[in-house]
């Protein structure tokens, strides 16, 4: 049947059906345009953690073990690595969407045209320790005696790493003065020290505890307190914190939000579990055989856990100040936005949902 003319305004020569027909299209179009845009969920979530049985992941494993993770809809997968390096590199191989490490390493990647985002912390401290074995050394103040010795390190580029180049450096070592093994986070690289065959290591919780306690090294750098983290750092140091590529973090907006309700959820948890609530949480086999010292070492760390998922600004310059001073070798850091490397967005709407408040932003007490 013959449409007559429908003289619209704009464009009079188009016939009702034919105008009908453009809307129709259009509208279509421009639905579709707005779901590529929309943020999208992605309910399956793999995380790559740098040694999960580590003290610094405590919030992730409570997250997962109390179930928050499949409270928030997601079916959250742990890929445990020997270090935050491997951890990285797993999420830039596709194989991991988010990572867990400190912020230097958002940091370090944009230096390398990496646009990654932290956006849940996990810590207030890096709960970093530089340990020496008192075999090789028993004047621990004179670290310059480590030069051609080897020290331990989680793996190669990892925080580990940089931290124990930076310990050594500030002692008047170049990187090629000492050798770094990799021995990973558990208790491999304990025996590693025990049996002699690293000088020094350069690790976290509970394998430093358990060498600590057992007289196998003696402390250099402690970053498992706010006023030993100041004493190294100067200043406020972020500890491990959730981070993604940007394109992640806009893409899908709704699973980074789900993902920070969980782990806002467990850092809550954390503010006022006992001993008793943690060893029904914690699997036994993070333990590594030896609950006592686990839960001494917890309560070192207690106050190194963030209480709200965020971080300070003057934390975030601090570690962009520090990675400036102490590059990793051959890495040659230009000036950046410390803005571009995190947000608090996510954990600040978490807060709001779960009347979560913050108790300080690292400041070192007295």
């Known amino acids: 049947m013959f449409d007559p003319a429908f003289h619209h305004p704009l464009f009079p020569s188009l016939t009702r059906r034919h105008w009908l027909r453009t809307v129709a299209a259009a509208t279509a179009a421009a639905a579709g345009a707005s779901r590529a845009q929309a943020p999208q969920d992605k309910r399956k979530v793999t995380i790559a953690v740098g040694g999960k049985t580590a003290l610094f992941c405590l919030p992730l494993t409570i997250a997962e073990q109390l179930k928050y993770f499949s409270d928030e809809g997601l079916d959250v997968e742990l890929l445990d690595h020997a270090g935050g390096s491997l951890a990285q590199q797993s999420m830039l191989q596709g194989r991991a969407d988010v990572a867990v490490g400190g912020l230097e390493h958002p940091i370090l990647l944009r230096q390398r045209g990496y646009s990654c985002r932290a956006f849940a912390f996990l810590g207030r401290a890096p709960q970093v320790v530089f340990g020496v074995s008192p075999r090789v050394q028993p004047d621990v103040k004179a670290l310059a005696q480590l030069k051609g010795h080897r020290v331990g390190v989680s793996a190669p580029d990892s925080l580990t790493h940089w931290f124990a180049q930076m310990v050594v450096a500030r002692h008047g070592l170049s990187p090629n003065d000492v050798e770094y093994v990799g021995v990973g986070t558990s208790t491999a690289a304990a025996t590693a020290v025990r049996e002699g065959r690293v000088d020094a290591i350069c690790s976290i919780d509970p394998v430093i505890s358990m060498l600590e306690f057992r007289g196998d090294i003696r402390v250099v750098a402690d970053t498992r307190s706010l006023r030993g983290t100041h004493d190294v750092y100067g200043g406020p140091m972020p500890g491990a914190c959730l981070y993604a590529p940007q394109a992640f973090v806009v893409r899908y907006s709704q699973t980074v939000q789900a993902l920070a309700n969980a782990i806002l959820r467990a850092l809550k948890w954390l503010q006022t579990a006992g001993?008793?609530?943690?060893?029904?949480?914690?699997?036994?086999?993070?333990?590594?055989?030896?609950?006592?010292?686990?839960?001494?070492?917890?309560?070192?760390?207690?106050?190194?856990?963030?209480?709200?998922?965020?971080?300070?600004?003057?934390?975030?310059?601090?570690?962009?100040?520090?990675?400036?001073?102490?590059?990793?070798?051959?890495?040659?850091?230009?000036?950046?936005?410390?803005?571009?490397?995190?947000?608090?967005?996510?954990?600040?709407?978490?807060?709001?949902?779960?009347?979560?408040?913050?108790?300080?932003?690292?400041?070192?007490?007295?």
């Open 275 to 366: 001993p008793s609530d943690i060893v029904r949480a914690v699997p036994e086999a993070y333990m590594y055989g030896d609950r006592a010292i686990y839960l001494a070492a917890l309560e070192k760390a207690r106050e190194a856990m963030s209480p709200d998922g965020m971080v300070s600004e003057e934390a975030v310059a601090v570690a962009h100040r520090i990675v400036a001073l102490y590059p990793p070798t051959g890495v040659t850091v230009r000036p950046q936005s410390p803005g571009a490397t995190y947000t608090n967005d996510f954990v600040r709407r978490a807060k709001q949902r779960f009347q979560v408040s913050g108790i300080g932003a690292g400041v070192p007490p007295g």
